[in-house]
């Protein structure tokens, strides 16, 4: 297996423009979501999904777009980007939420940065 | 609310114990966990506590809460320089982890 991958690793944007980080798990886990990751501030949820076709807001939901259309993918789109952005956005799944399963299992992180 | 509070830094020897700190405000989580990040990774789960337990031990690592004092301890008998890494403490809320701010563990040799 190779777990949950994270498509890019890096990248840079200009405000205002647009893009989707990508988030893929092998797993058949029913549970996904979406982080970011600031200094001093830990992880905060941004979107989570129990499901195919069912997604719910986070924490931090504004400025973001998410959509389950497959058990294995679950996207995170910016929708006009802004330096608030800038961060490490980490996507977790995990096998249950009805039994919560108490590992998450982590992708390896995209630093995005918004100039 | 939903709050998971930690302090920011710990510096130890190679050897010695170290126990990192957390505390937590919802009483009804169900699990506790302890994740460690190494840098420029992700998140992997080191260990976690049943809310109805009062100490787990799994190895060098030692977890104690008490439920109380909504207070979550990680203690790491004989810490090695691997072991530097980043600390989060985070409380399970209907399915959703909120993590604490982590504290980064500094070993010196």
């Known amino acids: 297996n190779a777990g949950v991958t994270q498509t890019p690793k890096f990248q840079v944007l200009k405000t205002g423009q647009s893009m989707t980080l990508q988030c893929a798990q092998d797993m058949n886990h029913e549970y996904m979501s979406w982080y970011r990751q600031d200094p001093g501030m830990g992880l905060r949820l941004i979107h989570y999904?129990?499901?195919?076709?069912?997604?719910d807001q986070g924490e931090v939901p504004n400025g973001y777009n998410v959509s389950r259309s497959t058990t294995e993918d679950f996207p995170l789109r910016l929708l006009s980007a802004a330096p608030s952005q800038t961060s490490v956005y980490f996507c977790?799944?995990?096998?249950?939420?009805?039994?919560?399963?108490?590992?998450?299992?982590f992708g390896p992180g995209t630093r995005l940065t918004v100039t | 609310g939903e709050d998971v509070e930690q302090s920011l830094f710990l510096s130890v020897r190679e050897g010695d114990s170290s126990v990192i700190n957390c505390t937590y405000t919802d009483s009804s989580s169900t699990y506790l966990y302890w994740y460690k990040q190494e840098p420029g990774a992700g998140l992997q789960l080191l260990t976690y506590?049943?809310?109805?337990?009062d100490m787990k031990q799994d190895q060098r690592l030692t977890v104690l809460l008490n439920k109380k004092d909504k207070h979550l301890s990680l203690r790491i008998a004989d810490t090695q320089t691997g072991d530097s890494a980043i600390y989060f403490c985070?409380?399970?809320?209907?399915?959703?982890?909120?993590f604490g701010q982590g504290t980064t563990l500094q070993v010196k040799p």
């Open positions: 985070a409380e399970s809320l209907t399915g959703k982890l909120i």
């Open positions: 977790a799944s995990s096998y249950s939420m009805r039994r919560f399963s108490y590992e998450q299992y």
């Open positions: 506590i049943f809310s109805n337990m």
């Open positions: 999904s129990v499901g195919a076709g069912i997604t």
